[in-house]
């Protein structure tokens, strides 16, 4: 079943609908909605109805959708009946009706084939769980022509349990659209056709009818034979910049695509989360904080640079297995040949016991490097060191300046804007011998960390060479194309301003 892009007209008058609807078919939606809810005296004025359907040149679908399932309209009983008995014998090709708020109505159309095709729809207001959504689903189907159900998203592990579902009904070969609501609600409209919805909701620029619906234009390209998706898993996400950092990437290599972050809350990481992201439609995924050791272990093949570290930050789909690559490492060497950090022979501190002290170790001790690992709970670090092949030094013995290093590196999110960005995370002590002082956190592109260090005399550097590096060598593992960093470095830039 092919998948159609449905553009929502929000407009509340006539004219609007004329010109919103020509706009809208010239971006490439194949059917637009018109929001009866939202023009103006509908309910009052004679006429009004078979005006919106004919300032409409194409496709349309007419929904009324009540104030209960976030809608406009207020009518409800016998004159909400009444009007939309009137709307099924009008032109439209389709009619939304609501489960509740329509349930008498659908039962009266119970096998009559004739007329435009009804859409039998459930709109939650809260997130829902499995069952919920798939109960909805299920009634839907078994009333109308199209089953559709929508529910907020809060992060993205509700999103992945509705394209659960929607994979679970196509092989049914039911006839059916879900989506899920807010910004990571996002990929089920993006992998819509994956997931097997016959319908996917969109919106003209700035004039959106849900939250999270994707512009016309954007979602029409993501329906079209190589366009790629790609996301970010981690949490917290909001910080990140490299959704602009990609997708400027993707512009300079002449693909159509989109780049997700995707808020997933720890347990939420999972070996089926996962395949059902590649399944419905993600050519590649990104890895950050705190999944990447998860990231490793529910992988089916490591390359090199994950084996090396026990961690990956970069997801790709081959023959149905998922492979694991580390392209930290990569990145970090790029930060240190760009701002020319020797290291060779160089004592290094590593703070951190996380996926990102995984590849610092690992750059340092192929460039010659002596390498010690601290953290705030020095069992991890332990831990980390044991399975690096490194040196462990508890953090209490770094912060009394017992040991003296020539490279410092920041490998935790400690110092990131939105989170923990008043925070320091290099102990005092080991700025006395004037280390070089790498933060791996880019955002903001000077934390309080490097103010510290360079008030002690010593040179800093922020993560963005390695943020840009690492995203550069996962653009090439996922699409053989590779991309221009200096376009991605100046996306990136932008976004941090």
């Given at each position: 079943?092919?998948?159609?892009?449905?553009?929502?007209?929000?407009?509340?008058?006539?004219?609007?609908?004329?010109?919103?609807?020509?706009?809208?078919?010239?971006?490439?939606?194949?059917?637009?909605?018109?929001?009866l809810d939202h023009i103006h005296g509908l309910e009052r004025k004679a006429?009004?109805?078979?005006?919106?359907?004919?300032?409409?040149?194409?496709?349309?679908?007419?929904?009324?959708?009540?104030?209960?399932?976030?809608?406009?309209?207020?009518?409800?009983?016998?004159?909400?009946?009444?009007?939309?008995?009137?709307?099924?014998?009008?032109?439209?090709?389709?009619?939304?009706?609501?489960?509740?708020?329509?349930?008498?109505?659908?039962?009266?159309?119970?096998?009559?084939?004739?007329?435009?095709?009804?859409?039998?729809?459930?709109?939650?207001?809260?997130?829902?769980?499995?069952?919920?959504?798939?109960?909805?689903?299920?009634?839907?189907?078994?009333?109308?022509?199209?089953?559709?159900?929508?529910?907020?998203?809060?992060?993205?592990?509700?999103?992945?349990?509705?394209?659960?579902?929607?994979?679970?009904?196509?092989?049914?070969?039911?006839?059916?659209?879900?989506?899920?609501?807010?910004?990571?609600?996002?990929?089920?409209?993006?992998?819509?056709?994956?997931?097997?919805?016959?319908?996917?909701?969109?919106?003209?620029?700035?004039?959106?009818?849900?939250?999270?619906?994707?512009?016309?234009?954007?979602?029409?390209?993501?329906?079209?034979?190589?366009?790629?998706?790609?996301?970010?898993?981690?949490?917290?996400?909001?910080?990140?910049?490299?959704?602009?950092?990609?997708?400027?990437?993707?512009?300079?290599?002449?693909?159509?695509?989109?780049?997700?972050?995707?808020?997933?809350?720890?347990?939420?990481?999972?070996?089926?989360?996962?395949?059902?992201?590649?399944?419905?439609?993600?050519?590649?995924?990104?890895?950050?904080?705190?999944?990447?050791?998860?990231?490793?272990?529910?992988?089916?093949?490591?390359?090199?640079?994950?084996?090396?570290?026990?961690?990956?930050?970069?997801?790709?789909?081959?023959?149905?297995?998922?492979?694991?690559?580390?392209?930290?490492?990569?990145?970090?060497?790029?930060?240190?040949?760009?701002?020319?950090?020797?290291?060779?022979?160089?004592?290094?501190?590593?703070?951190?016991?996380?996926?990102?002290?995984?590849?610092?170790?690992?750059?340092?001790?192929?460039?010659?490097?002596?390498?010690?690992?601290?953290?705030?709970?020095d069992g991890r670090a332990r831990a980390l060191a044991r399975s690096c092949?490194?040196?462990?030094?508890?953090?209490?013995?770094?912060?009394?300046?017992?040991?003296?290093?020539?490279?410092?590196?920041?490998?935790?999110?400690?110092?990131?804007?939105?989170?923990?960005?008043?925070?320091?995370?290099?102990?005092?002590?080991?700025?006395?011998?004037?280390?070089?002082?790498?933060?791996?956190?880019?955002?903001?592109?000077?934390?309080?960390?490097?103010k510290l260090a360079r008030d002690r005399g010593c040179i800093a550097h922020?993560?963005?060479?390695?943020?840009?590096?690492?995203?550069?060598?996962?653009?090439?593992?996922?699409?053989?194309?590779?991309?221009?960093?200096?376009?991605?470095?100046?996306?990136?830039?932008?976004?941090?301003?």
């Open positions: 079943m092919m998948t159609l892009v449905v553009a929502s007209l929000v407009e509340r008058g006539i004219a609007g609908v004329a010109r919103s609807s020509k706009e809208a078919f010239a971006a490439g939606a194949d059917v637009v909605e018109v929001r006429g009004l109805l078979e005006a919106a359907r004919s300032a409409v040149d194409g496709p349309a679908i007419a929904t009324l959708r009540s104030a209960r399932e976030g809608g406009l309209s207020r009518c409800t009983g016998a004159s909400r009946a009444r009007l939309l008995t009137t709307v099924l014998d009008s032109e439209f090709e389709y009619v939304d009706l609501e489960l509740v708020a329509d349930r008498k109505l659908l039962e009266s159309r119970s096998g009559i084939s004739s007329g435009p095709k009804v859409i039998g729809s459930y709109h939650f207001r809260r997130p829902a769980t499995r069952s919920e959504i798939r109960g909805q689903l299920e009634r839907a189907c078994e009333s109308v022509d199209i089953g559709k159900v929508a529910a907020p998203c809060n992060h993205a592990s509700h999103a992945v349990a509705i394209a659960d579902i929607g994979l679970e009904f196509s092989k049914k070969k039911r006839r059916f659209a879900v989506m899920g609501m807010g910004t990571q609600g996002q990929l089920t409209r993006a992998c819509a056709a994956g997931i097997g919805s016959e319908l996917v909701y969109a919106s003209l620029p700035g004039n959106p009818a849900a939250p999270g619906q994707l512009d016309v234009a954007l979602q029409s390209d993501l329906l079209r034979k190589g366009a790629v998706v790609l996301g970010l898993v981690g949490h917290p996400v909001t910080h990140s910049v490299s959704k602009p950092m990609q997708e400027a990437a993707l512009r300079s290599v002449g693909l159509k695509g989109v780049y997700m972050p995707l808020d997933v809350p720890l347990g939420g990481m999972s070996r089926g989360a996962v395949t059902t992201l590649f399944k419905v439609g993600f050519s590649g995924l990104n890895v950050t904080i705190p999944h990447k050791k998860k990231a490793f272990d529910i992988c089916d093949t490591h390359r090199p640079s994950a084996a090396s570290t026990g961690a990956v930050n970069t997801l790709r789909w081959t023959k149905g297995k998922i492979v694991g690559e580390n392209t930290d490492v990569f990145g970090l060497m790029k930060l240190l040949d760009a701002k020319k950090v020797f290291t060779k022979g160089v004592d290094s501190l590593v703070i951190g016991a996380g996926g990102a002290a995984r590849a610092a170790c690992r750059v340092l001790l192929d460039g010659g490097s002596v390498v010690t690992v601290a953290a705030r709970r092949g490194v040196n462990a030094e508890s953090f209490s013995s770094t912060s009394a300046g017992t040991s003296s290093y020539g490279i410092v590196v920041n490998a935790t999110p400690v110092g990131t804007r939105g989170t923990r960005s008043e925070e320091v995370n290099i102990p005092e002590g080991v700025l006395e011998g004037r280390p070089v002082f790498i933060d791996l956190v880019y955002n903001p592109p000077v934390t309080r960390s490097m922020g993560g963005l060479e390695m943020l840009v590096g690492q995203g550069a060598e996962s653009f090439r593992i996922w699409t053989g194309c590779t991309p221009d960093p200096s376009v991605m470095r100046t996306a990136a830039r932008r976004a941090l301003r």
